[in-house]
């Protein structure tokens, strides 16, 4: 019905007549206690296990990584788990598995990209996600350094590699994530 269009009167007054002795409800603003407090405890626990992923990730002791302490800038990014077969991690590379899930992580600082990271986790296991890519962009490769040191240290990883061209090529990896260990 259009704002312009009027209600005749007679139509008014059997619509008045029609809801008797109601009356507007007035709207107070006040919650139940319990409920705010179990809410805060469910908030609180829900960050402090995306937190506990965030704690695999460190910077030091990276050295054990690297071979002959260098990284090849141009070389795409790989790894596999030692139990995990090597048909996944050419899966994972030829673009057989599609991401469910995408992180951008542009614009971001180390810290807030390792929260970021164990959002993700959290999200992956709880929504039972296996695949999914992070973007990390060029910019001055510090996060493109960085990232898949952290993703060697974090339990949930089964393999990763770098994107295939249509999702990002070098500005992005895929990993591959064992969502049913707790």
Known sequence: MNKKTTIPISEKLIF????GKTRKIIQDKI???KIVKRANHILKRKQS???AHSYYFSCRNVSH???DNSIL???PVCYIRKNVHMNELKKLKLGKYIPEIFLDLHGLTQNQAKIELGKLFFMCQQEKFSCACIIHGHGKNILKQQIPFWLLQH???KAFHSAPKRFGS???IFILMDVHLK
């Open 65 to 67: 990584l690297l071979i």
């Open 73 to 75: 800038v141009d070389a």
């Open 155 to 157: 339990p949930l990883i």
């Open 49 to 51: 296990e995306e937190s």
């Open 31 to 33: 919650f139940p206690k």
């Open 170 to 172: 070098s500005a992005a």
């Open 16 to 19: 008045r007549q029609w809801l």
